[in-house]
Nanobody
């Protein structure tokens, strides 16, 4: 398994921007996929964006055009740039690693979009 450490959460006004970071404890394998999930109270944890080692990206429809996932292979870091934030984006964001049939999770970051 891999240990994931997230940073960058916080409170932002509607329309604002925020960037989340996730550092993995080891170099990522070529078969490894990283992702960001969001969870709100009373609901399941849902995927927001994903990226493969080759850089293939995927987004849930609600964030397309506003969020951008990226990675720095050299530093084992995955980012989630979030723009034009709305109250619907509020939640706890989790960094996720999937490889060899196993999931690993970061500790979670609270993101609150509120005026």
């Amino acid at each position: 398994q891999v240990h994931l450490v997230e940073s960058g959460g916080g409170r932002v006004a509607p329309g604002g921007s925020l960037t989340l970071s996730c550092v993995a404890s080891r170099p990522l394998a070529t078969s490894e996929q990283m992702a960001w999930y969001r969870q709100v109270p009373g609901k399941e944890r849902d995927i927001v964006a994903s990226i493969t080692h080759d850089g293939i990206k995927g987004y849930v429809g609600a964030v397309k055009g506003r969020f951008a996932i990226s990675q720095d292979i050299a530093t084992n870091t995955v980012y989630l740039q979030m723009k034009a934030l709305t109250s619907e984006d509020t939640g706890i964001y989790f960094c996720n690693d999937f490889v060899g049939g196993q999931f690993s999770w970061g500790q979670g970051l609270q993101v609150t979009v509120s005026s």
